[in-house]
């Protein structure tokens, strides 16, 4: 079997440690995102994309098709311009719609076909604990929300040919750009460490344990499912990525 997995979004962040535990796992890994990913490796492929962009999206996964056998895929890649309701516009909603759900949409239906041949099959995308609610989230939330019910609906439609289909939706994780809003040592960032009930911001890593463990090959029991990974967040309604 073909260890090809496809990481959207992998430049940095929860998707660079994504991409990183594959590598060390032994797949090969195909990043698509604008930026070249920061990790260098023998079996990482970047494919540079702009995800937002219909065409290159339906254009890159078709050539993807063509070279490789892809049986895992991570749609990791999101977007979000924050605002309350008055500052949000259509405009803002189509943008994030489009990176977050339409182009995880066109990516599962290019590789859907390749698994169903081959009786297996691993999709993860990515939402957010914020799908909840959180202020300022009107555009982002909508669009996590979305993935969760297009993966409740597509995991039915493929279960039967041993693909699965879960959802993560990571609390508050430390990145470089949580680190410019939340600078370290700061009252903003310790405000959100108190909201968590596990008292402390996730990593990228805590997230990327989770998604190989749903890639596994020997899960194939889990689907249709929403994980939170979020350090209580879910439970306690603060918090939030």
């Known amino acids: 079997m073909e260890e090809v997995a496809v990481v959207t979004g992998a430049s940095a962040g929860i998707g660079e440690a994504i991409a990183q535990r594959l590598l060390d796992s032994g797949h090969t ?13 023998a079996r990482l492929i970047y494919m540079g994309v702009d995800l ?9 996964s078709a050539e993807i098709v063509k070279q490789y056998g892809v049986r895992y895929l991570v749609n990791n890649a999101g ?3 924050p605002g309350l309701l008055e500052q949000a516009t259509p405009e803002d909603l189509d943008y994030v719609m489009a990176v977050t759900v339409r182009a995880a949409m066109i990516l599962i239906k290019a ?3 390749g698994m169903r041949e081959a009786k297996f099959g691993r999709i993860v995308s990515m939402a957010s604990r914020a799908m909840m609610g959180k202020t300022q989230r009107v555009t982002y939330s909508a669009a996590k929300a979305a993935l969760v019910g297009m993966t ?5 439609e493929v279960a039967g040919d041993g693909i699965t289909m879960n959802v993560i939706a990571p ?9 410019v809003g939340h600078p370290i040592g700061s009252d903003k960032r310790q405000h959100v460490i108190d909201s968590i009930p596990v008292k402390r911001v996730g990593t990228p890593d805590d997230v990327a344990r989770m998604v190989t463990f749903l890639l596994a090959i020997e899960n194939g ?8 990974v979020c350090g ?3 439970i306690s309604g603060t918090g939030g990525q």
Do not use: M
């Open 29 to 41: 890994v195909i990043a698509l995102q604008r930026k070249p990913p920061r990790i260098s490796h």
């Open 52 to 60: 937002a962009d219909t065409q290159q999206t339906s254009e890159v």
């Open 79 to 81: 977007a979000n311009r």
């Open 111 to 113: 590789f859907v076909p």
């Open 152 to 156: 409740r609906s597509t995991c039915l």
């Open 171 to 179: 609390g508050p994780v430390g990145s470089a750009l949580f680190d």
């Open 221 to 228: 029991y889990i689907t249709g499912q929403t994980i939170f």
């Open 232 to 234: 209580g967040t879910s």
